[in-house]
Structures are given as structure tokens and as C-alpha cells.
């Protein structure tokens, strides 16, 4: 019985996962270093980084935190608030587009 107090049992990931992620980021980090590289600019630019961005992190999270072996209850605690951050993000522009429709509808297109 004090031989099982005194065991703490724990789950050890293979050092073969953690050196894939590793690469993984690297090969992410050398995309996101080739945007700018190729000069590429507007939307497209922004969009790629931020996907790669967020790939990144989600690597990060799940694996270096230990987020994809964690319950379902704490994931959807870390993953709900920033999508709905998004969405909320994009009401205010969709709201924005409609305030400045409106505005230049009844006051005109400005000096």
C-alpha cells in the first residue's frame, strides 16, 4: 500500500512528438520568414502570416502545454473566448461598412 501512495503515475510523450513539433515550427517560422522574403503585400501577405501565426500557437498550446491531453472542458475554456472574440470583431466591421454607407448616403462623399 505504501509502495502505491509513493507512485505517482504520470504519462511520458515519446521525445520523437516533441522533436516533429519542433520541426513543425521551424518549417512554419521559415513560411512565414519566405511572406516577406517574396515581397508579397496586402490581404494575402497579412492572411498567410496569420494563418501561420496561429498554427504556430496552436502547436504550442497543444503540445508544449499539454492542451491535447487535457479534458474537454478546459479546452473549450481556452478555445471558446478567442472565437468569440472574432466573431465579435466581426460584427463591429460588418457594422462599421454599414455606418459608413449610411453616412455617405445622407451626407455625401466629403470634402
Known amino acids: 500500500m505504501a509502495q502505491t501512495a509513493a507512485h505517482a503515475e504520470y504519462q511520458e510523450h515519446p521525445i520523437k512528438l516533441y522533436l ?3 520541426g513543425l515550427l521551424f518549417v512554419l517560422s521559415v513560411c512565414s520568414y519566405l511572406v516577406d522574403y517574396f515581397g508579397l503585400h496586402g490581404y494575402l501577405r497579412w492572411g498567410l502570416i496569420l494563418i501561420f501565426m496561429v498554427l504556430k500557437a496552436g502547436l ?6 499539454h492542451m491535447a491531453w487535457e479534458r474537454l472542458a478546459l479546452i ?7 472565437v468569440l472574440v472574432l ?3 466581426a460584427m463591429m466591421v460588418s457594422e462599421s461598412h454599414y ?10 462623399a466629403g470634402p
Open 20 to 22: 516533429l513539433v519542433w
Open 60 to 65: 504550442i498550446v497543444a503540445v508544449f502545454m
Open 76 to 82: 473549450y475554456a481556452i478555445i471558446v473566448p478567442p
Open 87 to 89: 466573431v465579435f470583431v
Open 99 to 108: 455606418t459608413l454607407l449610411t453616412r455617405v448616403n445622407f451626407f455625401g
